[in-house]
């Protein structure tokens, strides 16, 4: 799924997920690489980054869900759980959304699509250097 896992074990390059968790990932950890990989992608001039996690948003996009759930199984892709909050586990996938919606320039997000004013998007500059991630004062 290119899901990823909690913990990685370098030398066996075996993922896994603490016990607690039934195995799976908390969707928190799975959508909060994206913005730092991207930038890796954008100064390294290697597009496999983003692709990487530009792939797992899109697989958080066509969950078809307006709220998430804690947990997300690395190996099916679905939602493991039946809890949803806005606290621990979960808010980052929120803040990391709109934080990706940011720093694209406002261009449209594939996960954001059902709650953005289209009309106001087509006028909107960028508010950071897409090539450096500097802020644009």
Known sequence: TGL?????????????NPSWS???SSIAEVASLQLEWQLL????NDSRYADKVNAITAHLNSLNT???TMFINPQTGHLTSN???FGARVDSLYEYLL???VLSGRHKHPS???????????????????????PIS
Do not use: M
């Not at 990823?4 to 896994?16: A, I």
């Not at 992608?41 to 390294?44: D, G």
């Not at 954001?112 to 500097?134: C, F, G, H, W, Y």
């Open 4 to 16: 990823p896992w909690s913990t990685l074990n370098l030398h066996t390059k075996h993922g896994l």
């Open 22 to 24: 039934g195995g799976a």
């Open 99 to 101: 934080k990706q919606y």
């Open 112 to 134: 954001l699509a059902n709650t953005e004013d289209e009309s106001a998007e087509e006028d909107a500059e960028p508010i950071v250097d897409t090539k450096t991630a500097v």
């Open 83 to 85: 809890v949803i909050t």
């Open 41 to 44: 992608s954008r100064f390294t």
């Open 66 to 68: 307006d709220l998430y």
